[in-house]
Every structure is written in structure tokens, then in C-alpha cells.
């Protein structure tokens, strides 16, 4: 089993529309979580970290079920320019060894 | 302020050859990870350098190696090139963790091998 699981996708969304899908983690002693994004051909950004009670960013949203372990991105009203692959990116023991699911891609039509 | 910075950007060799790639952190960082990604592939951690020794290591064989300098900048080395080596190889540097575990990527090394 892989330690960091992602729906590689791709999900097709309309501009404007919401999208929405999740990784699971294996660790469960998993300290810190991110979403980063990763256009094609480019290097990993971050697009934000994960926070126990959820957090926002804009149009993006994250959560984190501990319980469950597993990991959400919500990304409301779609622009074209969020089309790209989103990695879910767990660091099991806090001391910088991240560990990167394959990737969610998001491909967002007019 | 300049972020992370590899070079060279392309490099192709062949089998059993050997490759050096480089990378120099983001300004004020003192922790350089590497990474390889494989075509469709999620990034994989090799190792991680900090004082100039290596503190962590993923599941690599002995062939890679690295080094960091006293400037905080690094190398990666290849040796004993397989097919299997092409990939795209990042480097990511950050504060050493506790002090600041977000990390940032580098453009990218992209390796072929023949």
C-alpha cells in the first residue's frame, strides 16, 4: 500500500464550478499535511498547509480527518488557470521527509 | 530575493556514466532535500542535508550521493547510470525543521539516460 493515496483524476470541471477530492495517509502518527500544486513540466508550489480544524484560502479549502486520515481540497468557482496536477503531501515525522501522493489532475474547460 | 535555483536545467548520458547535479536554497535557508519524480509520479524523497551531513535518507541506493557546502548549497550525485535514473530531480530547501517545515522547489533537473 502506498503510503500517501491520491485519485489521479482528472477531474474535467466547468469554469466556475466547484470541484472537490481527497488523499488518504497511511501513518497515523503523520505530524503535518500540505497541498501542493504543480503545473506541467514545473516544480512543486505549495498551495497551502493543512490545519486540524480545517483551513481557507480564497477560493481553496482544506481539511484534515485525522480519524479517517484523509486530506480535502475544495476549490470553489474554477478558474481556468487552477488546471494543474494537485499532490497531496504528508511529513510523517516532522523533520522534512515529505511524502507525495501521484497526484490529482484538475483540468478546468471554458 | 532569489528562491531555489538547479543546474544544469536538461542533462542526457548514458548508461553507467556518472552525473553531478546542483542547487543553491532560497536565501536564509540552511536544509537541502532531494527528490527524484519519475513521468506521472508523485515526488520521492532521497535524502536530506543539514550542516553539511545527512540527516535522513529515503529508500535509494548507495549510488546517489550528495553533499552540501558550507554556503548551504548542494550537490547530488549519480553514479552507475540505469535507464531507470530519468527522471526530474528537485530540490527543495527550508529552515531546519522544527524552526520552518515548509519547503520550496526548485525548478528541476531534468535527467535522461540513453
Known amino acids: 500500500r502506498k503510503e500517501v493515496e491520491q485519485d489521479p483524476g482528472p477531474f474535467n470541471v466547468p469554469e466556475g464550478a466547484t470541484v472537490a477530492f481527497n488523499c488518504t495517509y497511511s501513518n497515523s502518527a503523520s505530524q503535518s499535511f500540505f497541498w501542493y500544486r504543480q503545473d506541467c513540466r514545473k516544480e512543486p508550489k505549495l498551495l497551502m498547509s493543512v490545519y486540524s480544524s480545517g483551513n481557507e484560502d480564497g477560493r481553496f479549502t482544506a481539511q484534515l480527518n485525522r480519524a479517517s486520515q484523509y486530506i480535502s481540497l475544495l476549490i470553489r468557482d474554477s478558474k481556468l488557470s487552477d488546471s494543474a496536477t494537485y499532490l497531496c503531501?504528508?511529513?510523517?515525522?516532522?523533520?522534512?521527509?515529505?511524502?507525495f501522493g501521484a497526484g490529482t489532475q484538475v483540468v478546468v474547460t471554458p | 530575493d532569489a528562491g531555489v535555483t538547479q543546474s544544469p536545467t536538461h542533462l542526457i548520458k548514458t548508461r553507467g556514466q556518472q552525473v553531478t547535479l546542483r542547487c543553491s536554497p532560497k536565501?536564509?535557508?540552511?536544509?537541502v532535500s532531494w527528490y527524484q519524480q519519475a513521468l506521472g509520479q508523485g515526488p520521492q524523497f532521497i535524502f536530506q542535508y543539514y550542516e553539511e551531513e545527512e540527516r535522513q535518507r529515503g529508500n535509494f541506493p548507495d549510488r546517489f550521493s550528495g553533499h552540501q557546502f558550507p554556503n548551504y548549497s548542494s550537490e547530488l550525485n549519480v553514479n552507475a547510470l540505469l535507464l531507470g535514473d530519468s527522471a526530474l530531480y528537485l530540490c527543495?530547501?527550508?529552515?531546519?525543521?522544527?524552526?520552518?517545515?515548509?519547503?520550496?522547489f526548485g525548478p528541476g533537473t531534468r535527467l535522461l539516460v540513453l
Open positions: 527543495a530547501s527550508s529552515l531546519w525543521p522544527p524552526k520552518g517545515e515548509t519547503q520550496y
Open positions: 536565501s536564509g535557508h540552511d536544509t
Open positions: 503531501v504528508v511529513n510523517a515525522d516532522s523533520w522534512g521527509k515529505l511524502q
